[in-house]
C-alpha cells in the first residue's frame, strides 16, 4: 500500500481540510482568517486533494469554513510579476481546476457568502453548485484592475452568457444567490445553513450512479455540447453504446423491467 491509500490527505497545507464521509471526499477551504483567500499553497493543495484522492471516492463536495466561500486570489500574492510569470501562474490555475472539471469523480461545491473572483472560478470549475442564501457573487477583478484568470473568462460565460460577466466585470455589479439560481449560476438554492447537507445528499446520489454515466457526463458531455452538432451527434452515438454495454448498465435496465427499480418520482 502506498503512503497517500494509507493516509488520504496527509499533504495538504493547513488552509484545507479534508475527509472521507462515507464514499464522498470532502475538501473544506480552511482559511476564514483571511476569508478563504485562494493563495498559491492553497491552490497547489486543491491539487493535492484531487491527486490523492482515495479509490473509494466516487464524488467530492468543496465548501468553506467561516463567513465566506472564499474572497477569490489572495492578492497579497499579487505582487511584481512580469508577463511570462504571470501566464505561468495563470496556467498553473488552469491546470488545478482543470483536475477538478475532468477529475476522476464529480465535484459539488456548497456555496456562502461571498464567492468571488477566483472563488467563482473555482465553484465555476465544479459540476455542480448549491448556493446558501448568504450567498453572492461578484468579480471584482475589473475595479481591482486585473482580469481573471483561473478560468472564469471560459467557465463563466458558459453558465450566465458574455454580457452578464462583461457587466459584473465592468461595473462591479453583484449577484445575489436567488439570481443566481435564476441565472444558472447555482443549480440549488437552499437556507443559511443548509448547504452541506444538501451537498453531501446529492453527492451521495452521484456515488450511486454507474461509473461509466458519471465518467461520461464528466468528460463526454462538455466536449459534445462545444463540438460542431455533426462531431457531437457521432461522439454521443459512440458514448451512448460504450455505456450501454457495461454490464452494470445491462443489470440496471433488467432491475427496471423486471420492476425491482424505483421509476421516476416527481419531486
Ligand atoms: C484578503 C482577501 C484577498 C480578504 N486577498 N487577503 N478578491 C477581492 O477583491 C475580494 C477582496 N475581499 C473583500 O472584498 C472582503 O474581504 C470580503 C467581502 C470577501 C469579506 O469582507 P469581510 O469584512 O468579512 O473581511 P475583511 O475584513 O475584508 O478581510 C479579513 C481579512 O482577510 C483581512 O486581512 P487582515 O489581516 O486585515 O485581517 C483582509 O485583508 C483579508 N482578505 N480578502 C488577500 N482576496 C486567478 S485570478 C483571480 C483574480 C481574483 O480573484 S481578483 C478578486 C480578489
Redesign the pocket.
Known amino acids: 500500500m502506498d503512503a497517500a491509500r494509507a493516509k488520504p490527505f496527509a499533504n495538504l497545507p493547513a488552509s484545507l481540510k479534508a475527509e472521507m464521509n462515507g464514499a464522498v471526499a470532502v475538501l473544506r477551504l480552511a482559511r476564514p482568517?483571511?476569508?478563504n483567500?485562494?493563495n498559491d499553497e492553497t491552490v497547489l493543495g486543491v491539487e493535492q486533494f484531487f491527486l490523492g484522492l482515495p479509490e473509494a471516492a466516487k464524488a467530492v463536495v468543496i465548501h468553506g469554513e467561516g463567513?465566506?466561500f472564499s474572497?477569490?486570489?489572495?492578492?497579497?500574492e499579487l505582487t511584481e510579476r512580469n508577463v511570462a510569470e504571470g501566464v505561468e501562474h495563470?496556467r498553473m490555475?488552469h491546470r488545478v481546476f482543470e483536475r477538478i472539471e475532468f477529475g476522476r469523480v464529480p465535484a459539488v461545491a456548497v456555496l456562502h457568502?461571498?464567492v468571488?473572483?477566483?472563488?467563482l472560478?473555482l465553484a465555476c470549475a465544479c459540476h455542480i453548485r448549491i448556493a446558501e442564501k448568504s450567498a453572492y457573487y461578484a468579480?471584482?477583478?475589473g475595479r481591482?484592475g486585473?482580469f481573471?484568470?483561473?478560468g472564469?473568462s471560459v467557465r463563466i460565460p458558459r453558465l450566465i452568457g458574455v454580457a452578464r460577466m462583461q457587466d459584473m466585470m465592468l461595473t462591479g455589479r453583484t449577484y445575489s444567490a436567488e439570481e443566481g439560481l435564476a441565472m444558472g449560476l447555482s443549480q440549488y438554492l437552499v437556507e443559511q445553513g443548509a448547504g452541506l447537507a444538501k451537498g453531501m445528499e446529492i453527492a451521495t446520489k452521484i456515488t450511486e450512479n454507474a461509473p461509466m454515466t458519471n465518467f461520461a457526463v464528466i468528460h463526454a458531455l462538455p466536449r459534445i455540447a462545444e463540438s460542431d452538432a455533426a462531431s457531437g451527434y457521432m461522439t454521443e452515438s459512440l458514448v451512448a453504446s460504450i455505456a450501454q454495454n457495461e454490464p452494470e448498465a445491462k443489470a440496471r435496465l433488467k432491475d427496471f423491467l423486471e420492476k425491482r427499480a424505483p421509476k421516476v418520482v416527481r419531486e
Open positions: 482568517q483571511k476569508r483567500a485562494l463567513e465566506h474572497a477569490g486570489l489572495d492578492l497579497s495563470s490555475w457568502g461571498a468571488v473572483g477566483g472563488g472560478e468579480l471584482p477583478e481591482r486585473i481573471v484568470g483561473g472564469g
